[in-house]
């Protein structure tokens, strides 16, 4: 039985036929300027199905000279383009006959050669690495597979990936056959992103539910158990939008005749005896529900789903013979999905964490089961959801990431972990994979640490997605109430940021999604003629406003901070949570406590948050908000572009524009373009200024300096106009350094005296008195660091 017709793929374009030369055995096809396609094949037949990796060719002819030169023996192949050159003597892809270079400054540029790895430990001399499939029992670093970028701006990618047929299986390649794709982007990294997004389609529009926090748990929940835990959530004004339950929602129990518990299809009824109802609770309470699977023992006589499945595929019920769970064979995939996975979904599931643990090979050579599983499940679900599929799974090669969302897997609680995983997000865009999600807070093992509890959390709140997570251990749950009360406090503020955060996260993969742009993206995308910002992996941009260093080390027990190395590409840059302001081109050590970690902006920037304040009912939900907190850094006009929309893939939207006039203080929100029937019909709109110059001191924030105005009521046709009294910007004020050079020294654990005379320099008004003191006393270096930053921030 064939697959059904949602399950087949669409059609794969083929490039225009200027843009192709073949041989006998080989084939190349120019898709880009900078991106080239070369086969090679022992029979002379080539592929144009889409495979597990690329999904259209069908790209647009560009400028491009393909010419072909018959020599004794053989022939010359050149291929030239305004940013590269290819070299190919028409033989077996070999050192000697395949090469290309990247047209470039000749300080940087680049050559690529068949079957030879010159790279070098330097960043800027090898490939800038992609991912991994699975973070399962690391403890700190693992090595990465390669990305579609190199230092030296050329390198290619290898697809021995499977072909997908018409009618939505696989087949496998020709055997001693070579499929590649040379990227030559130099150092222009999100055209080389883009490009790859063209190959094989645009990163997925996550469901907006997913943007918000996620309770995951390795625990025996009951029913009441989890209302409890959502009831006292709630208390703590800690929003949630989506729940996790791991594998004890099914029977694990069984019978030795059974095996093991690992899978498993039918609800606990003695943990859960109403699924349903469970599942209409979570909704009502606006969460999603998802469950583990872990599939690979196949369906058994226990199960409910059993006779089902047993009757489809041949099997007498009667013998027990369990089902056999096959990736390979479509008819059984088939019924898995209609006779196991959907009756779950209509009793409320809305997705499935797939915790694929049983290796990569299938008796089909290349089809790997954790891409199949990957793949059938986002389209059973797109197809149920309006075009917009979701699953969490492990990443199973290039390509993976039309199957959203990564699950990174079991790290071990260290700071050695926390450490890695920004880089490891923020380096996985360079292989296109945008939606990782990680235990935050690590798996399993470690040592409880509240201080590294809240800096995990901070991180998953500038993640793509943030799901706490933890084992089974009875001492490793992950409720901020488990910890001090100064990190609980701290968590639970972070938790109620990233939601405030989804209308901005929204809007970014929206836009991402059309242009072509994953939403993490390392430092050298941004800034990739400094070399400073090569030497920041834990540095990322955060959507396009937002720059983020998270805090991965332990505080100082000098300074109760913890130190940052942060790059700045050039211009100004203004610390949303601190109200600092900076200028930029050079690296800083940032330094802060542990309520804060560095998130800076451009002047211009106009970020749109959810809710008034944290305390706003707004905040509890990730739906489009009735309040909106406005956030701009002044310094320069902006604007954004807020788009809301009805959820399906295709449907609806409703852009709201907020212009920002830096002469005037002036916020603009202009009449809603779209459906306005998405939005709410009066929403409560006030604005956040930063690096504002007014004399009204008593509408400044104590905290930050910003500027905050009344709220206003604002009707989407209608629009506002919201003058802020800001007249100007300005570095922190004198006033303002000493008030954080007093803070500091508040909270710093050394000498009285020498604090004294510390802020004596400081309240001298002359920053260069006050630097050159911080080397003629004996200062403790972590102190001196701390103080350096502030007294070199902006301008006294």
């Not at 390392?522 to 805090?551: H, I």
């Given at each position: 039985?064939?697959?059904?017709?949602?399950?087949?793929?669409?059609?794969?374009?083929?490039?225009?036929?200027?843009?192709?030369?073949?041989?006998?055995?080989?084939?190349?096809?120019?898709?880009?300027?900078?991106?080239?396609?070369?086969?090679?094949?022992?029979?002379?037949?080539?592929?144009?199905?889409?495979?597990?990796?690329?999904?259209?060719?069908?790209?647009?002819?560009?400028?491009?000279?393909?010419?072909?030169?018959?020599?004794?023996?053989?022939?010359?192949?050149?291929?030239?383009?305004?940013?590269?050159?290819?070299?190919?003597?028409?033989?077996?892809?070999?050192?000697?006959?395949?090469?290309?270079?990247?047209?470039?400054?000749?300080?940087?540029?680049?050559?690529?050669?068949?079957?030879?790895?010159?790279?070098?430990?330097?960043?800027?001399?090898?490939?800038?690495?992609?991912?991994?499939?699975?973070?399962?029992?690391?403890?700190?670093?693992?090595?990465?597979?390669?990305?579609?970028?190199?230092?030296?701006?050329?390198?290619?990618?290898?697809?021995?990936?499977?072909?997908?047929?018409?009618?939505?299986?696989?087949?496998?390649?020709?055997?001693?056959?070579?499929?590649?794709?040379?990227?030559?982007?130099?150092?222009?990294?999100?055209?080389?992103?883009?490009?790859?997004?063209?190959?094989?389609?645009?990163?997925?529009?996550?469901?907006?539910?997913?943007?918000?926090?996620?309770?995951?748990?390795?625990?025996?929940?009951?029913?009441?158990?989890?209302?409890?835990?959502?009831?006292?959530?709630?208390?703590?004004?800690v929003p949630l939008s989506v729940a996790v339950l791991d594998m004890d929602w099914h029977l694990v129990d069984l019978p030795l005749e059974f095996g093991s518990g690992w899978t498993g299809f039918t609800w606990n009824s003695e943990l859960f005896p109403d699924p349903a109802g469970f599942a209409t609770f979570l909704h009502e309470r606006g969460l999603a529900l998802t469950l583990n699977l872990h599939p690979a023992e196949g369906v058994r006589a226990f199960e409910e789903a059993y006779t089902r499945m047993a009757?489809?595929?041949?099997?007498?019920?009667?013998?027990?013979?369990?089902?056999?769970?096959?990736?390979?064979?479509?008819?059984?995939?088939?019924?898995?999905?209609?006779?196991?996975?959907?009756?779950?979904?209509?009793?409320?599931?809305?997705?499935?964490?797939?915790?694929?643990?049983?290796?990569?090979?299938?008796?089909?050579?290349?089809?790997?089961?954790?891409?199949?599983?990957?793949?059938?499940?986002?389209?059973?679900?797109?197809?149920?959801?309006?075009?917009?599929?979701?699953?969490?799974?492990?990443?199973?090669?290039?390509?993976?990431?039309?199957?959203?969302?990564?699950?990174?897997?079991?790290?071990?609680?260290?700071?050695?972990?926390?450490?890695?995983?920004?880089?490891?997000?923020?380096?996985?865009?360079?292989?296109?994979?945008?939606?990782?999600?990680?235990?935050?807070?690590?798996?399993?093992?470690?040592?409880?640490?509240?201080?590294?509890?809240?800096?995990?959390?901070?991180?998953?709140?500038?993640?793509?997605?943030?799901?706490?997570?933890?084992?089974?251990?009875?001492?490793?749950?992950?409720?901020?109430?488990?910890?001090?009360?100064?990190?609980?406090?701290?968590?639970?503020?972070?938790?109620?940021?990233?939601?405030?955060?989804?209308?901005?996260?929204?809007?970014?993969?929206?836009?991402?999604?059309?242009?072509?742009?994953?939403?993490?993206?390392?430092?050298?995308?941004?800034?990739?003629?400094?070399?400073?910002?090569?030497?920041?992996?834990?540095?990322?941009?955060?959507?396009?406003?937002?720059?983020?260093?998270?805090v991965t080390t332990p505080a100082s027990r000098t300074t109760d901070m913890a130190a940052v190395p942060v790059w700045l590409p050039e211009g100004s840059w203004t610390d949303l949570l601190t109200g600092l302001t900076y200028e930029g081109g050079r690296r800083v050590l940032m330094h802060r406590p542990l309520e804060t970690l560095p998130v800076l902006a451009r002047p211009g920037t106009v970020l749109p948050l959810a809710g008034l304040d944290e305390d706003d009912p707004a905040v509890a939900s990730v739906e489009?908000?009735?309040?909106?907190?406005?956030?701009?850094?002044?310094?320069?006009?902006?604007?954004?572009?807020?788009?809301?929309?009805?959820?399906?893939?295709?449907?609806?939207?409703?852009?709201?524009?907020?212009?920002?006039?830096?002469?005037?203080?002036?916020?603009?929100?202009?009449?809603?373009?779209?459906?306005?029937?998405?939005?709410?019909?009066?929403?409560?709109?006030?604005?956040?200024?930063?690096?504002?110059?007014?004399?009204?001191?008593?509408?400044?924030?104590?905290?930050?300096?910003?500027?905050?105005?009344?709220?206003?009521?604002?009707?989407?046709?209608?629009?506002?106009?919201?003058?802020?009294?800001?007249?100007?910007?300005?570095?922190?004020?004198?006033?303002?350094?000493?008030?954080?050079?007093?803070?500091?020294?508040?909270?710093?654990?050394?000498?009285?005296?020498?604090?004294?005379?510390?802020?004596?320099?400081?309240?001298?008004?002359?920053?260069?008195?006050?630097?050159?003191?911080?080397?003629?006393?004996?200062?403790?270096?972590?102190?001196?660091?701390?103080?350096?930053?502030?007294?070199s921030a902006g301008e006294w």
């Amino acid at each position: 039985m064939p697959l059904p017709e949602y399950l087949h793929p669409a059609p794969c374009g083929a490039p225009d036929a200027s843009m192709t030369l073949s041989g006998d055995h080989w084939r190349i096809q120019v898709l880009t300027e900078r991106l080239i396609r070369l086969e090679w094949s022992p029979s002379g037949s080539f592929e144009d199905r889409p495979t597990q990796m690329v999904a259209d060719r069908g790209f647009t002819p560009v400028e491009a000279r393909l010419t072909r030169t018959p020599r004794p023996g053989g022939e010359d192949v050149l291929v030239r383009t305004p940013h590269l050159t290819l070299s190919y003597d028409g033989e077996v892809f070999s050192t000697h006959g395949l090469s290309a270079s990247v047209v470039q400054g000749a300080e940087w540029g680049g050559t690529w050669r068949w079957g030879l790895d010159d790279s070098l430990e330097d960043i800027h001399f090898r490939n800038l690495g992609g991912t991994a499939r699975t973070l399962d029992g690391v403890d700190g670093r693992c090595a990465l597979e390669p990305g579609v970028m190199d230092g030296r701006g050329v390198t290619a990618l290898a697809d021995p990936s499977p072909a997908l047929t018409r009618s939505g299986w696989v087949e496998p390649r020709e055997e001693g056959a070579l499929d590649l794709y040379l990227f030559a982007h130099g150092r222009d990294f999100r055209g080389a992103i883009a490009d790859f997004y063209r190959l094989t389609g645009p990163q997925p529009v996550i469901p907006r539910f997913a943007l918000g926090n996620w309770w995951s748990r390795y625990h025996r929940y009951s029913e009441a158990e989890y209302r409890t835990l959502l009831d006292t959530f709630a208390d703590h004004h800690v929003p949630l939008s989506v729940a996790v339950l791991d594998m004890d929602w099914h029977l694990v129990d069984l019978p030795l005749e059974f095996g093991s518990g690992w899978t498993g299809f039918t609800w606990n009824s003695e943990l859960f005896p109403d699924p349903a109802g469970f599942a209409t609770f979570l909704h009502e309470r606006g969460l999603a529900l998802t469950l583990n699977l872990h599939p690979a023992e196949g369906v058994r006589a226990f199960e409910e789903a059993y006779t089902r499945m047993a009757e489809r595929l041949g099997i007498d019920p009667a013998s027990g013979d369990p089902v056999v769970f096959d990736p390979s064979d479509p008819e059984g995939m088939a019924a898995y999905l209609e006779e196991v996975i959907a009756p779950l979904e209509e009793d409320g599931v809305d997705f499935w964490w797939i915790d694929w643990q049983q290796g990569s090979h299938t008796r089909v050579p290349g089809l790997d089961p954790l891409w199949i599983l990957n793949h059938l499940h986002v389209l059973d679900s797109a197809r149920r959801h309006g075009g917009r599929g979701l699953t969490l799974s492990r990443y199973a090669g290039p390509g993976s990431h039309r199957y959203p969302v990564g699950f990174s897997g079991d790290t071990v609680v260290s700071w050695d972990s926390l450490a890695f995983q920004p880089e490891f997000t923020a380096t996985a865009s360079n292989i296109g994979y945008g939606w990782w999600s990680h235990d935050i807070g690590g798996h399993m093992s470690g040592v409880r640490d509240g201080e590294l509890q809240t800096r995990w959390v901070q991180l998953g709140v500038f993640s793509p997605v943030l799901r706490l997570h933890s084992t089974n251990n009875p001492f490793g749950s992950k409720e901020p109430w488990q910890f001090g009360m100064r990190e609980c406090a701290v968590q639970e503020t972070y938790l109620r940021l990233r939601h405030r955060l989804v209308p901005y996260l929204h809007t970014e993969q929206l836009w991402g999604h059309e242009a072509l742009q994953p939403l993490v993206q390392p430092m050298y995308w941004e800034d990739p003629e400094s070399r400073g910002a090569w030497e920041v992996p834990n540095e990322f941009m955060f959507g396009r406003s937002l720059l983020v260093a998270p805090v991965t080390t332990p505080a100082s027990r000098t300074t109760d901070m913890a130190a940052v190395p942060v790059w700045l590409p050039e211009g100004s840059w203004t610390d949303l949570l601190t109200g600092l302001t900076y200028e930029g081109g050079r690296r800083v050590l940032m330094h802060r406590p542990l309520e804060t970690l560095p998130v800076l902006a451009r002047p211009g920037t106009v970020l749109p948050l959810a809710g008034l304040d944290e305390d706003d009912p707004a905040v509890a939900s990730v739906e489009a908000p009735a309040s909106l907190e406005v956030v701009v850094v002044a310094g320069a006009d902006g604007e954004y572009a807020l788009v809301e929309d009805d959820g399906v893939e295709g449907g609806a939207r409703a852009t709201t524009r907020l212009t920002w006039e830096d002469a005037t203080g002036t916020l603009t929100v202009h009449p809603l373009r779209g459906d306005a029937g998405l939005v709410p019909g009066l929403r409560r709109v006030r604005v956040r200024v930063l690096d504002a110059r007014t004399g009204d001191t008593a509408s400044l924030d104590p905290s930050t300096g910003a500027l905050v105005t009344g709220t206003v009521e604002v009707t989407p046709e209608a629009g506002a106009v919201l003058v802020t009294g800001s007249t100007g910007t300005a570095g922190p004020a004198r006033a303002d350094v000493e008030r954080r050079v007093r803070d500091l020294l508040e909270r710093a654990s050394t000498g009285l005296d020498l604090k004294v005379a510390l802020m004596d320099d400081a309240a001298s008004g002359s920053p260069a008195r006050a630097l050159s003191a911080l080397f003629a006393r004996e200062v403790p270096d972590e102190l001196r660091s701390a103080l350096a930053e502030i007294l070199s921030a902006g301008e006294w």
